[in-house]
């Protein structure tokens, strides 16, 4: 009888969870190409093991495609394709040319996958493999992905300059840009953790270094001392200079730790869109908690890297498996 009640309790409890946590997309599966073409997740593992091996910068560039890749159309594999005479591609938009980075990577996965499986797994899966893998190697969390995307046709810069959120932007825009895509502000403020790893070029955030607004040279929410400091390092006039980078989080700059949010609180965020997330008490509540709990974020931030990854994506008969992830079929 108890245990009944028990169990009724508990089923209840489940599917009142189940009914509250809607996936953004089902149809994806993990383990998806079990059977079918096994040694996938192995092989694109290697793949950006050995290119971190070589350039660990790789990791963060992977990060960062996969969100580029699922905040226009979708993720499709969109980000991957080339520019042709006639179609500028999402990749050359200013958002991601000259920054973005790892192309050869999938590149490199996709050659070997070709020729073990011919026409079986698709960019869009790759990349978000490869994603995955690089938040492992880099001290993040390891996560399940759900696989079976499929590859989109269209790649446009204009798409591109329209659904990537601009380090510019305050905190409204920024819940609003990720509500776009179906993400909560704490999934927003989550994600935003990615930036412990990687780099940016000056042009990112020489907005709060000079000329900031006709009253003030610098952003006052930014610590005077690091301005200072990247004033140095990005001179004013070589803020577009493309061999400039520094590192978004300097202490552990190829690590998946949260000092990310640390630097937030210590008025040390690169971006305006880093140290904007104090100026709402939501989203600052999150980031003071992602600071105190670095397993709690590991957990948000695996959960919401799987949300993130469910955009948009094609399955089924829609789209395509591309041959090359650089151009379309035929
Ligand atoms: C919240 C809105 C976001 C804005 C405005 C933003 C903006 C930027 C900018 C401007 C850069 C530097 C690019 C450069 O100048 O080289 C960057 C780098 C990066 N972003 Fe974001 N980002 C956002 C969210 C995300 C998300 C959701 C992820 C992944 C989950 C992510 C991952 C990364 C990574 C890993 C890098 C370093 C890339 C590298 O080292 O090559 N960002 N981001
Ligand atoms: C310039 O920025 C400062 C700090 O954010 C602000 O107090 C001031 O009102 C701004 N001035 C103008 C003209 O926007």
Not at 39 to 59: H, P, S, T, Y
Not at 171 to 178: G, H, K, S, Y
Request: charged letters at 15%.
């Amino acid at each position: 009888m108890a245990s009944n009640k028990l169990s009724f309790i508990l089923s209840t409890f489940i599917l009142v969870v189940y009914q509250c946590v809607i996936p953004l997309n089902a149809q994806l599966q993990v383990g998806f190409y079990n059977g079918v073409c096994d040694f996938v997740e192995i092989m694109i593992k290697e793949e950006v093991r050995d290119a971190f091996i070589l350039d660990r910068g790789v990791a963060a560039g992977l990060v960062r495609m996969h969100f580029h890749d699922c905040f226009v159309r979708g993720c499709d594999g969109s980000v991957l394709i080339d520019s042709t005479p006639s179609n500028q591609a999402e990749k050359d938009a200013p958002a991601n040319n000259p920054s973005l980075r790892g192309f050869e990577v999938i590149d490199d996965a996709k050659s070997r996958l070709e020729f073990l499986c011919p026409g079986i797994v698709s960019c869009a899966d790759i990349l978000a493999y490869a994603a995955r893998d690089s938040v492992e190697i880099t001290g993040g969390p390891g996560y399940d992905v759900p696989a079976g995307r499929r590859d989109g046709r269209i790649s446009s810069s204009r798409e591109a300059s329209a659904n990537l959120p601009s380090p510019a932007l305050g905190v409204n825009q920024l819940i609003q840009a990720f509500a776009n895509k179906g993400l909560r502000p704490d999934e927003m403020v989550t994600l935003s953790g990615a930036h412990t790893i990687g780099r940016s070029h000056c042009i990112s955030f020489s907005n709060r270094l000079f000329n900031f607004n006709t009253t003030t040279t610098q952003d006052p929410s930014m610590d005077p001392s690091y301005a200072a400091q990247l004033a140095q390092q990005c001179p004013q006039g070589s803020i577009s200079n493309p061999n400039l980078v520094v590192p978004m989080d300097p202490s552990t700059p190829t690590i998946m730790d949260t000092c990310y949010y640390d630097n937030i609180l210590a008025n040390r965020g690169l971006f305006t869109s880093d140290q904007t997330l104090l100026a709402n008490p939501s989203t600052a509540n999150q980031v003071i908690q992602n600071a105190q709990n670095p397993l709690l974020w590991q957990n948000k931030f695996a959960d919401a890297m799987v949300r993130m990854g469910q955009i948009g994506v094609l399955t089924g008969d829609a789209g395509e498996i591309r041959a090359n992830c650089r151009v379309i079929n035929n």
